[in-house]
């Protein structure tokens, strides 16, 4: 088994086509065909169904395509690893945040990352954990940043609390409940759920029940951060969002917090990455920003 077969299998799995995968891989169909078959010898299974709209991977296919991603990415971190140790600053950093990093630390992240490593290539995922499990364990996602909704994390994975957090309502400027001072008040109201915020509906049922406030009245749900912008703006409907929401130029031109004398809790912050394996110093240095832009976001919070 060779790392370019690995290579090969994964990018028809992605593609769903040899003739795809060859063109994404820049090598011709034959070699990549070759591969497949030589990996399908090797373990004595077939790897990939071939039908008239393409290949499907089997069950077999799928097993092998799970340890293949992680020998791939792992050989990928390796060779950062070294190259950056070495003085190299070019590589690649995949990271998954909730909408809070996003807003409150990721700024303050940026500047220093990009000067330190200003070839390393950075992607970022807006998700939520559980959502980015599978990509941890696997290395395509070096850590992630964002709210647990799990009591226990998968095995091999370690979390390291940032900082505890709370909700705020949030509506559009002028909304006509905007001088509620309760939730009480507004149990009457039409609320926006959001994906963002992972198990929002049955949180704010929760509320809801816990104040004995009735069922509340949840007559929309967004899928991205932008659609709730969107939304919100647009309607009288409210949500329940991270309080840094509030704190968000962007957000502050178009919404408005409704103060609401009842504290809402919200998951605490952590950061959740492979705790057996060390992260690409690129990885490392991101992961310290960001720690230390927590801890200065607490600070200002207590003062």
């Known amino acids: 088994m060779k790392l370019t077969q690995l290579r090969h299998m994964m990018a028809v799995a992605e593609r769903g086509s040899l003739r795809a995968a060859s063109r994404d891989l820049g090598v011709a169909q034959p070699a990549v065909t070759r591969s497949i078959h030589e990996l399908?010898?090797?373990?004595?299974?077939?790897?990939?169904?071939?039908?008239?709209?393409?290949?499907?991977?089997?069950?077999?296919?799928?097993?092998?395509l799970r340890r293949a991603g992680a020998i791939v990415n792992e050989v990928r971190r390796a060779q950062e690893e070294i190259a950056q140790a070495s003085g190299g600053v070019a590589g690649s950093v995949v990271v998954a945040f909730s909408s809070v990093p996003h807003i409150s630390m990721l700024p303050n992240a940026l500047r220093p990352f990009r000067?330190?490593?200003?070839?390393?290539?950075?992607?970022?995922?807006e998700a939520v954990y559980p959502m980015v499990e599978a990509g941890l364990l696997d290395g395509s996602i070096d850590f992630y940043?964002?709210?647990?909704h799990r009591k226990s994390l998968a095995q091999g994975l370690s979390e390291t609390k940032l900082f505890d957090n709370e909700r705020v309502v949030l509506a559009r400027k002028g909304h006509?409940?905007?001088?509620?001072r309760s939730l009480r008040d507004l149990a009457a109201a039409e609320w926006l759920t959001t994906s963002i915020t992972h198990n929002a509906e049955e949180e704010l049922s929760e509320l809801f029940e816990r104040h004995r406030l009735g069922r509340p009245n949840l007559v929309m749900q967004a899928q991205s951060a932008f659609s709730?912008?969107?939304?919100?703006?647009?309607?009288?409907?409210?949500?329940?969002?991270?309080?840094?929401?509030?704190?968000?130029a962007l957000i502050q031109r178009s919404l408005a917090r409704i103060v609401v004398r009842e504290k809402i809790a919200a998951p605490p912050i952590a950061l959740v990455r492979r705790g057996a394996l060390a992260l690409t110093?690129?990885?490392?240095?991101?992961?310290?920003l960001l720690r230390r832009a927590a801890v200065a976001r607490s600070g200002m919070k207590k003062t």
Request: charged share 20%; no cysteine; net charge neutral.
């Open 145 to 148: 940043i964002g709210p647990l």
């Open 115 to 125: 000067k330190r490593y200003p070839k390393v290539r950075m992607r970022i995922i």
């Open 40 to 64: 399908e010898r090797e373990f004595g299974v077939a790897l990939f169904e071939r039908h008239s709209r393409g290949v499907f991977v089997t069950d077999m296919g799928a097993l092998l």
């Open 176 to 180: 006509p409940l905007g001088g509620a």
């Open 228 to 248: 709730a912008m969107t939304v919100l703006a647009a309607t009288d409907l409210l949500v329940l969002m991270p309080i840094q929401w509030a704190d968000f």
């Open 281 to 288: 110093p690129a990885a490392e240095f991101l992961a310290d």
